[in-house]
């Protein structure tokens, strides 16, 4: 748990240093008065928390400052950290509670055990949807990664097809972690791909299909339309699928991202966000304005290059990274 704990402080140590720059180390024991809570105010934007979260935290502050004029930083601190725990509450997206794929129909291929037990679920489609530049790509292979050490069967779709060098930027990563892949060729019918990736799961009996879709503005109709017309195609082999719809957001484009969130999941219904490049930025509360505007689960944060950097969503670890002591 301490390695976790580690790599959120490590992850958001830009975050951090941006509040204390400001309040200059408000947290620790000195006392709070009138002006410290200017500057922290102040920090607090600076971190993008946004207008409500910010005045919500600043409001509990200054009421238990007028109760208690000895009041120290680092009961700010954790007067700040009950705030953002009941606004995020619910944000944890848990990989574990990701329903399975549809069961396979009579005749849909597959054998039963010598005992007679039904043949495995159809695979866990996971769609992962974004902008250019978001981390899409690197957050799809990770993703596998992480689910292949948790014991999963995975298969990566490549269905990037818009953009030259995304197919080889994902092969090149699941050459690098050893993950299983479907591709073709840039200017392929990416729907085309999707369907070739779930039979090719199916028939392998791969408990999850991610498939990286081109990266899209929100305002391009025609790549909006490939998603719908991908969705199409999942579902005329299972349903359901694409049971997950996985927003991933640039973590440093801060609250400017939620207008974006919101036209895709108005036209995608998203099931979850992951927020990538949080190392990067010093706006780190961004994740929260995102969640309390949209009511999204948070699956993954993106707090570094490496596969492992890949992590869970954890309220207590971000919350404790921002607002706790150091460790």
Not at 22 to 51: C, M, N, P, W
Not at 139 to 166: E, I, M, P, Y
Not at 168 to 182: D, F, N, S, V
Request: glycine share 12%; aromatic share 8%; charged share 25%.
């Amino acid at each position: 748990m301490f390695g976790l704990f580690k790599k959120f402080k490590d992850g958001f140590a830009k975050t951090v240093s941006a509040i204390a720059a400001k309040t200059g180390g408000l947290f620790g024991g000195r006392k709070i008065d009138a002006s410290s809570l200017e500057t922290l105010e102040e920090a607090l934007y600076t971190a993008d928390f946004g207008v409500e979260t910010t005045a919500e935290i600043l409001a509990e502050i200054k009421a238990a400052y007028k109760k208690d004029k000895e009041l120290r930083g680092q009961d700010a601190a954790a007067i700040g950290a009950a705030v953002l725990k009941r606004v995020l509450a619910g944000a944890e997206g848990v990989l574990a509670d990701l329903p399975k794929g549809g069961p396979r129909p009579p005749g849909a291929g597959g054998s039963e055990t010598a005992s007679g037990d039904r043949v495995p679920p159809l695979p866990v489609v996971i769609a992962m949807i974004g902008v250019n530049g978001s981390g899409k790509t690197t957050t799809s292979a990770k993703l596998a990664w992480r689910l292949k050490q948790d014991g999963k069967t995975v298969v990566l779709a490549a269905c990037d097809t818009f953009r030259a060098a995304a197919v080889e930027q994902l092969k090149t990563w699941a050459t690098r972690l050893e993950l299983e892949i479907i591709a073709s060729h840039t200017g392929a019918d990416a729907a085309a791909v999707a369907f070739d990736a779930w039979q090719a799961a199916k028939a392998r009996g791969r408990d999850y299909l991610i498939v990286d879709t081109a990266g899209r503005l929100h305002t391009k109709s025609h790549l909006m339309d490939e998603l719908a017309k991908i969705r199409r195609v999942l579902q005329k082999n299972d349903p359901t699928a694409p049971q997950h719809r996985w927003l991933v957001v640039d973590g440093s484009l801060g609250s400017n991202s939620i207008e974006q969130a919101r036209v895709f999941h108005e036209s995608f219904g998203l099931t979850g966000l992951v927020v990538t490049k949080l190392d990067g930025t010093s706006r780190g509360g961004a994740l929260v304005g995102i969640y309390r505007q949209l009511k999204i689960p948070i699956y993954f944060l993106g707090l570094g290059e490496q596969a492992e950097d890949l992590q869970p969503f954890s309220v207590d670890n971000y919350v404790k990274a921002v607002f706790g002591p150091g460790e």
